[in-house]
């Protein structure tokens, strides 16, 4: 189970002429520094699928990076099956598969190569990583080019790859980061499907997305975040009883805005 409780993470602005407009008029900006997670809570149990809402500048990957250790919070708590990550995040990291938003791949290794050096950091035997890769490779449609040099790849290419390189240790909790942007139909489909083989592994899967009809699909919880705060977390059934007729209505909704509200801006 993962359970994080009232997460906070603040940026100091080094350049305060360099923000975007939105950001300038943005609440989260106080003095030098922007909040960008103010207050996140959700927990995600063994074998769930928990996606992860909010428009863009919410805060979505801001939380994923401080769940996947890769950013320490300034509050907050982040617990993985009872243990606090905080305190050894470089155990924590063994149990965790991250998908970060580049994917950084070495461009003149293959796809075999990039997942077998991260399952060599990962302290795998060549004996393992063989038989875990060839596992991956056919669940993520991926023998046709694993043994190209990874910078001639696709989009979905180099997604694969970078998915199958984020879990080569076969982790107990997955977090990836909008892991269908970019892809085809045929690439998104592998790539939900794979999802949906970690849920039966009884595995817990984080992902944030844009695509309602991914967390349709998938998801047995939602969390929608917005300016860094927990709008909404429960089950995608509550979600979806915001409004019966439509998940895009819903989520306004969750955010505080209604279709009207909206046009009328
Ligand atoms: N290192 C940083 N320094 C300053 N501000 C940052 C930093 N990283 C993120 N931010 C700001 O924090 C806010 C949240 O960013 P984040 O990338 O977490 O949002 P997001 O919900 O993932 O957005 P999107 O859907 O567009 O990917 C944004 O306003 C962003 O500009």
Do not use: W
Request: net charge neutral; hydrophobic share 35%; aromatic share 6%.
């Amino acid at each position: 189970m993962i359970e994080i409780h009232k997460l906070a993470k603040k940026f100091k602005v080094e350049n305060p002429k360099k923000l975007s407009e939105q950001d300038k008029k943005d609440p989260r900006l106080q003095g030098r520094f922007f909040h960008s997670v103010r207050e996140v809570s959700f927990t995600c149990q063994n074998g769930e699928v928990l996606g992860l809402l909010g428009p863009n500048g919410a805060g979505k990957t801001t939380t994923l990076r401080m769940l996947s250790t890769a950013l320490q919070p300034d509050g907050g708590s982040i617990n993985i099956g009872g243990a606090d990550i905080l305190k050894n995040p470089v155990e924590a990291r063994k149990q965790i598969g991250f998908l970060s938003g580049g994917t950084g791949l070495y461009g003149r290794l293959s796809g075999r190569e990039n997942i077998a050096y991260f399952g060599r950091l990962n302290g795998m035997s060549n004996d393992a990583i063989i038989k875990r890769t060839a596992e991956l490779s056919e669940r993520l449609d991926m023998d046709s080019f694993l043994d190209r040099r990874s910078e001639t790849y696709s989009t979905g290419m180099k997604q694969k790859a970078s998915i199958a390189r984020s879990v080569i240790h076969s982790p107990k909790v997955v977090i990836l980061d909008e892991p269908t942007t970019g892809l085809d139909i045929m690439a998104t489909q592998t790539v939900l499907n794979f999802i949906r083989d970690l849920k039966r592994d009884n595995v817990p899967v984080i992902f944030s997305t844009h695509h309602l009809d991914e967390v349709s699909e998938l998801c047995d919880r939602v969390t929608v975040i917005d300016k860094g705060i927990t709008m909404f977390n429960d089950t995608f059934d509550a979600f979806k009883a915001l409004d019966e007729e439509s998940l895009h209505e819903a989520f306004l909704r969750s955010i505080g805005k209604s279709k009207q509200q909206t046009t009328e801006q």
